[in-house]
């Protein structure tokens, strides 16, 4: 396929609305589900969606939702659909009381949990012969990120792809707070504080709702309960330890980071890093429009990411298929990072 994008629609606010909204499916007479749940530590159990393809599987794929969403997001269907097309088995995860799974964890989810993931990780190469990848979404991207980091050397996860990253996250939530970004912000707080009051229900030894109607922002939830809870203490201190940004020197697996310069959600100065430029092992890919993951093309196929990203994927793990896509397009690695 082409790896030049067109954007279906011009105005990043659009593009980000199309894209959450655009209708997407997985084959599942194909490719049937099959739930398995994960546990992860005591009182945390992690619902995963899990698909496998005709025949052997190349690999296997785990899918990380972004903020508030679920193994339901149609940026997961449309990317696990043509990954299981071309021989992957996928794994859909559902993060912590996400997916309609609040009974199975007593705590929630936050932006740099990797431990969840790393179990996922290690049980499938337990159960698989092939290897493992990673693919994170918005702030399941920060998680993916940092675990690529964290692990540094060790060669569980065979390669990784971050899509609409805020790997800075304080700076990602400043411009949330911006006037032209109140929507998101209120559909992102809105299920938030939701889901604080259906664990209160469930968990009122670890979650209150008092005060809970006076938060007006996601760093001042953040700073409520997020920071709290996990141990960081407040939010400025949980955004500094745990955006994947402080993480991105110590990667040594093959990363793939997608980002558009006009996402709304995400300030592109972030990816001024410098592991961008001297860490090898990273590879941006930046473009022009995209808002944040609304990458629709203007022309079929109308998924770009998917193929792109799977087409990279190939190349890494030296699949026959991602070889040929390769000499047909006249395409290196170097050139996705320099696009």
């Keep these: 396929m082409d790896r030049e994008f067109i954007p279906l629609l011009r105005n990043p606010h659009l593009l980000t609305i199309a894209g959450n909204f655009w209708p997407r499916e997985i ?5 049937p589900p099959a739930r398995k749940v994960y546990d992860t530590g005591p009182g945390t159990r992690i619902l995963v969606v899990e698909h496998q393809p005709e025949g052997r599987p190349q690999a296997q794929i785990v899918f990380l939702h972004g903020l508030e969403g679920s193994s339901e997001a149609g940026y997961i269907k449309s990317f696990a659909q043509e990954a299981l097309v071309r021989g992957f088995g996928v794994h859909r995860s559902n993060m912590r009381t996400c997916g309609s799974t609040e009974a199975l ?27 493992v990848i990673l693919v994170g979404f918005s702030l399941g991207g920060n998680v993916a990120l940092k ?15 971050a899509i609409s990253t805020p790997i800075d996250l304080a700076a990602c939530v400043r411009m949330l707070d911006r006037p032209g970004n109140r929507l998101y912000a209120w559909r992102f707080l809105s299920r938030l504080k939701r889901r604080v009051r259906e664990k209160a229900l469930v968990s009122p030894r670890v979650y209150s709702t008092e005060g809970l109607d006076g938060i007006k922002s996601i ?5 409520r309960y997020t920071g709290p809870l996990f141990g960081f203490g407040n939010a400025e201190n949980y ?3 745990q955006s994947s940004q402080r993480f ?6 093959p990363t793939l980071v997608i980002q558009a310069k006009d996402d709304p ?15 090898p092992a990273l590879h941006l890919l930046a473009v022009e429009g995209g808002g944040h993951l609304g990458f629709l093309s203007r022309s079929k196929p109308r998924f770009w990411l998917d193929g792109v990203s799977l087409d990279w994927i190939q190349q890494q793990i030296g699949s026959p298929i991602g070889a040929a896509m390769d000499a047909i397009h006249g395409t290196k690695q170097d050139a996705i990072a320099s696009a």
Excluded: Q
């Excluded at 084959?27 to 490719?31: M, P, T």
């Excluded at 932006?111 to 179990?119: F, Q, Y």
């Excluded at 991105?248 to 697996?253: C, D, G, Q, Y």
């Design 265 to 279: 959600l995400i300030p592109f100065a972030v990816f001024s890093h410098p592991a961008f430029e001297h860490n």
């Design 239 to 241: 955004y500094a330890t």
């Design 147 to 161: 675990l690529a980091g964290e692990l540094g050397e060790t060669n569980l996860i065979a390669c990784v792809c």
């Design 27 to 31: 084959d599942e007479r194909r490719f």
């Design 219 to 223: 760093w001042e939830f953040d700073d």
């Design 248 to 253: 991105l020197e110590a990667i040594r697996t």
């Design 105 to 131: 964890s007593e705590t929630m989810y936050h932006s740099g949990l990797t431990s969840d993931t790393l179990l996922i990780v290690k049980e499938l190469r337990d159960r698989f012969s092939g290897p």
